[in-house]
């Protein structure tokens, strides 16, 4: 069983930065994939990013490619997402997620582990 704790969320100026990290209470597999993803509100939650724990491939929503980056630390058994030039669409809870089956999707159902989500903020 993985337990996930995101934190970094915040209140941010739009044009502005945050990271979020995602922790787990374990050693995560090489094969796992750690997605991020997001629910505005009104809105359906949906993907953002996700990364192989091995470190590649990524993958990234249009909407956020080239803004967002999704990283990990193996050795303290944690996901980022680095965010950049934040816009007030990007206001949303962010949840980390882990695919234990390594299916390599972005399909929320695939993933098994999800953290308790982080609020970001972005004003105008």
């Known amino acids: 069983q993985v337990q996930l704790v995101e934190s970094g969320g915040g209140l941010v100026q739009a044009g502005g930065s945050l990271r979020l990290s995602c922790a787990s209470s374990?050693?995560?597999?090489?094969?796992?994939?750690m997605g991020w993803f997001r629910q505005a509100p009104g809105k359906e939650r949906e993907f953002i990013a996700r990364?192989?724990?091995?470190?590649?491939?990524?993958d990234y929503a249009d909407s956020v490619k080239g803004r967002f980056t999704v990283s990990r630390d193996i050795g303290k058994n944690t996901a980022y997402l680095q965010m950049n030039s934040l816009k007030p669409e990007d206001t949303a809870v962010y949840y980390c997620?882990?695919?234990?089956?390594?299916?390599?999707?972005?399909?929320?159902?695939?993933?098994?582990?999800w953290g308790q989500g982080t609020q970001v903020t972005v004003s105008a």
């Open positions: 990364i192989r724990w091995s470190g590649s491939p990524t």
């Open positions: 997620a882990a695919d234990r089956l390594g299916s390599g999707t972005r399909d929320e159902s695939k993933y098994n582990y």
């Open positions: 374990g050693r995560i597999p090489s094969y796992y994939y």
